[in-house]
């Protein structure tokens, strides 16, 4: 089971693979697009990496509100959170399905 502290640093990781850059050079408070240079496509591939790493889908409904590496950290949370205190996933299209389309 993934604990809270653990889920930053993992989000940070994958980032830093996916841009083959220092970790330590990725903050909480950078913002995906403007800070990191991710593009639309770059931001739907590392959702999907995070959906694949913490094993949980991210509904197309709540990508518009991840915006920071911390934003993204603080949703995980959220949905690993125990069953009756994280809001049910809505059915529809996650990054994972979006990427398959593109």
Do not use: N
């Amino acid at each position: 089971m993934t604990t809270d502290r653990e889920i930053a640093p993992r989000i940070i990781q994958a980032l830093a693979e996916y841009l083959k850059r220092d970790a330590a050079t990725i903050k909480e408070s950078h913002h995906l697009r403007d800070d990191l240079g991710l593009d639309s496509m770059a931001v739907i591939e590392l959702l999907y990496k995070i959906e694949e790493a913490f094993d949980l889908q991210i509904p197309d409904q709540d990508l518009a509100g991840l915006t920071t590496v911390g934003s993204v950290a603080a949703y995980v949370k959220t949905r690993l959170a125990p069953a009756k205190a994280a809001p049910a996933a809505k059915p529809g299209a996650t990054a994972q399905s979006k990427r398959k389309k593109a």
